[in-house]
């Protein structure tokens, strides 16, 4: 296992033991700084929010995500674009969000190297996303220099 894993690891077991409301932290500052995605997601129940976390986490724990999940990720954004009108911007605001409330939920553990390890695994995680997203004719935040 790389540094980068066992660091990535270490922060979410931390989380998961010190902030049970985690989840529902993210999905609540997204909804703040994005409220087009609160209203997108004002008909998800709880048990599908969970499940989307679930999937977050798993991606974020494949240590290259693009060559274990790029097809997937193709399926997933194109069926998010044309099933629930989510925009290709609400990824990356998505990764800000998580990483922010992450820093908070797992302080205990924080440091320069989980910081490192996190957002080098969180902008591999955006890139393979951004790829699916082209993949499937979206334009992307990045292309589009939306912050």
């Given amino acids: 296992m790389s540094v980068e894993q066992e660091l990535i690891e270490r922060a979410l077991e931390c989380a998961a033991e010190d902030d049970p409301e985690l989840n529902d932290l993210v999905y609540k500052n997204f909804n703040e700084v994005m409220a087009d ?7 998800v129940d ?4 969970g499940k989307m976390m679930a999937e977050i986490y798993r ?3 494949a240590e290259d995500v693009a ?17 629930y009108f989510v925009l290709p911007e609400m990824y990356n605001v998505l990764s800000d969000v998580f990483l922010q409330t992450l820093r908070l939920s797992a302080a205990r553990v924080w440091s ?7 957002s080098h695994r969180l902008n591999a995680l955006r890139t393979a ?13 990045l292309e589009n220099n939306i912050d």
């Fill in 46 to 49: 709880e048990g599908v929010r």
């Fill in 67 to 83: 060559a274990s999940d790029g097809d997937y990720l193709v399926f997933e954004t194109k069926t998010h674009a044309n099933s």
């Fill in 37 to 43: 995605a609160g209203e997108l997601m004002s008909h």
């Fill in 112 to 118: 320069p190297a989980v910081e490192a390890a996190m």
């Fill in 129 to 141: 996303i951004n790829s699916a997203l082209l993949k499937n004719g979206c334009a992307t935040a």
């Fill in 59 to 61: 991606l974020l724990l």
